[in-house]
């Protein structure tokens, strides 16, 4: 089990559809992370946040929405995506200072139709 | 451009032998070195992590560094089919919250 939660664990979505990802972590982290992992590839940074601000926006295209609305939760809005979108899309949250380790929550696999 | 690289195999070791996964990194400036371990359609794990300043040993695994040549080794004693996984090297360079990624490499144990 892991203490970084992430809903819905599978998501099918059509490129009109706006969704949204939702991950939760109690472990007492203020930095929270969204990456996207397609097959057999790392993972890739989106976004960070620290102290629910953000602080890293990896140029990601604006379809792509974060929102962190307390220190426990992160959620990513999805609107208007694109088939090459279709990924493994994984939170992951670590304390504050930048050498701890992060933490991954079990993902959420996207497929866009 | 900040690199990290791993050789992505796959090795294959024999049940009960040593696995040796190795790891380069291009930024001398790297503090903080970690290994995860995934799964086929599974998250990363974390399994080891290791600072500038030594090696570390948990079990049957060990994470060295060897600083001068910039690179980072993990050692899987008493290998198991249960470890066949893609292990991931992730750096840190401590200036950001950042981690660069390896390729990874995939580990098969043979019973």
């Known amino acids: 089990d892991t203490e970084v939660t992430q809903t819905p664990k599978h998501l099918v979505m059509g490129m009109t559809n706006k969704k949204s990802l939702k991950c939760e972590q109690h472990?007492?982290?203020?930095?929270m992370y969204w990456y996207k992992q397609k097959a057999k590839k790392p993972p890739e940074l989106m976004f960070v946040?620290?102290?629910?601000?953000?602080?890293i926006n990896e140029s990601v295209p604006s379809r792509f929405s974060p929102e962190c609305p307390n220190s426990s939760l992160l959620n990513l809005h999805l609107h208007a995506l694109q088939p090459e979108d279709s990924a493994l899309y994984l939170c992951a949250s670590s304390q504050e200072r930048s050498n701890q380790p992060q933490h991954f929550g079990d993902g959420t696999r996207l497929s866009i139709l | 451009q900040k690199e990290v690289e791993q050789n992505s195999g796959p090795l294959s070791v024999p049940e009960g032998a040593i696995a040796s996964l190795n790891c380069t990194y291009s930024d001398r400036g790297s503090q903080s070195f970690f290994w995860y371990r995934q799964y086929s359609g599974k998250s990363p794990e974390l399994i080891m992590f290791i600072y500038s300043n030594g090696d570390k040993e948990d079990g049957r695994f060990t994470a060295q560094l060897n600083k001068a040549s910039q690179y980072v080794s993990l050692l899987i004693r008493d290998s198991q089919p249960s470890d066949s996984a893609t292990y991931l090297c992730?750096?840190?360079?401590?200036?950001?919250?950042?981690?660069?990624f390896g390729s990874g490499t995939q580990l098969t144990v043979l019973p």
């Open positions: 472990m007492g982290h203020r930095a």
């Open positions: 992730a750096v840190n360079t401590g200036s950001a919250r950042q981690l660069t």
């Open positions: 946040y620290s102290y629910e601000k953000l602080s």
